[in-house]
């Protein structure tokens, strides 16, 4: 594929023709609109735009002056040199800045950029005529690569691979340890993991953090969306030197790196993924355990891990392990050193994408507190209390219950209230379930207002401190005796989503009064006790909606 040959070339993976452009002060050169500074070998050229350059599908960063990695064309209508209709534009190179702003001009949105090794100017091409008799790419790539076979031909989506939605965070090695021939080899696998990724707005997004004696935030989750972008970041980037500080550079990945105004995604996985060349030179546990509990997806791949005799020098021999989200041979990977890698490409894209398999990500089915309010009453029966029960098994079992997970808990009430067992008493599905399937029909009156205002002190109260989203499903099969709106109200003041289920004889009007906004995918109700299990779905992807809306 055209894109990704020309993103392999601006990173030394592919040696191609050497043709480049602007071979001297005042060649003029046709180019296309994606041509970038960076690909003008020469400080001067004329080069002219083509007519077919879509303003909003140009990368530009800065303003007046831009940085190399800009299209030149859509610097030149950004500047007002040319319009979309193309023509010749003179071209200067010009030294690195620390900053380069952002401006709306000539229907052209550039970014900011916090630096850039070098830049480029462009303005009026007064009195040139072009004569060109054949087109160069912005590559200068060989026939063979301009006219992918059938073989190759497979269009990639611009937005991204689809399947794989997940903001990723890669913290590569910078120190001394790892030195600059090594450090070159790993940007250059870096940009093949991007790539094989098929980065884009809707699939997968990645930024880069360096690790050395004090950590850099190279470029964020939004600076650069298409692959060929970040791979001429990628090439861009220097290197740092110092020591090995993976701990501090994790801690800073965690606290700083994941946020909206730098791109995060709501409701989808973070990951980082630690590259190590040897071994830290300082502690990594306690800024793992800090990743864990936000949510974040750790893997951990150390390159040239240390020998038997190396090992009395390591500060912690168990550093990977406390790394990884899980130590459960998912989250960790090894390869013996940077040379011949193209074959650990694959089966580390393959782990970013496993969405599943990313247990520590702060989701829906583990980051919720449900409880369950059940009526008992007389009315019910216990063949049906069973049947209530299986549903919200049903439901229950969905979600990812743990410590640090999900919690489930069940309340029983008539007149009465029970606590049959509340968020802290199980910490695993299994037990959770038995305990449902546990639970007895107690039998007597229906007053489901008390019973709400004692859920709310009893059971969500004594965990109102912890991150996780609180939900009460409420289950009655009749009217109360007592208000309902008013407590059902005072319980989402206090923050929990009430679902409302009603069977037979449960008036609507309860319902609605009970659940929380909008109240029609918050209201649920059958005839028949048989008919609980159409909705168990519809809680659960319910739950899901509200988890990642409050986000």
Known sequence: ??????????????????????????????????????????????????????????????????????????????????????????????????????????????????????SFSVSKAVGQTMEVSGQLGATALPEAAKKPSKKNSKKVSPNGNKDCQVDIAFVLDGSYNIGQRRFILQKNFIGKLALMLRIGPEGPLFGIVQASENPKTEFHLNSFTQPKDVIFAIKEMGFRGGNTNTGKALRHTVETFFSSENGMRKGLPRVIMVFVDGWPSDDIEEAATLARES???????????????ELGVVQDQAFVQKAVCRDNGFFSYSMPSWFSTTKYVKPLAQKLCSVDQLLCSKTCYNSVNIGFLLDGSSSVGDNNFRLVLEFIASIASAFEVSDTGARIGVIQFTYDQKMEFGFSDHSNKDDVLAAIRAVRYMSGGTATGDAITFSVSSLYNPHKSGASKNFLVVITDGQSYDDVAGPALAAQKEGITVYSVGIAWAPMDD??????????????????????????????KGICRDFMESN
């Open 1 to 118: 594929m055209l894109i990704q040959l020309t993103a392999l070339h601006a990173l030394g993976i592919l040696s191609l023709a050497s043709n480049a452009l602007g071979a001297e002060a005042g060649v003029r050169v046709l180019v296309n609109c994606t041509t970038r500074g960076a690909d003008l070998v020469q400080r001067t050229a004329t080069v002219l735009c083509p007519d077919s350059c879509v303003p909003w599908q140009l990368s530009v960063f800065g303003t007046a002056v831009y940085a190399s990695l800009s299209s030149v064309c859509g610097a030149a209508v950004h500047r007002g040199v040319i319009d979309v209709s193309g023509g010749p534009v003179r071209f200067q190179k010009r030294p690195g800045r620390e900053n380069y702003l952002s401006s709306d001009a000539h229907g052209v949105r550039s970014q900011s950029l916090s630096r850039w090794s070098a």
């Open 295 to 309: 949510g974040i997806n750790v893997f951990f791949v150390s390159v040239a891990r240390p020998t038997p005799e």
């Open 511 to 540: 319902l609605k009064a009970m659940a929380s906004e909008p109240k029609d995918s918050h209201t649920f109700f059958t005839r028949e006790f048989t008919g609980l299990q159409q909705f168990e779905q519809p809680i659960i």
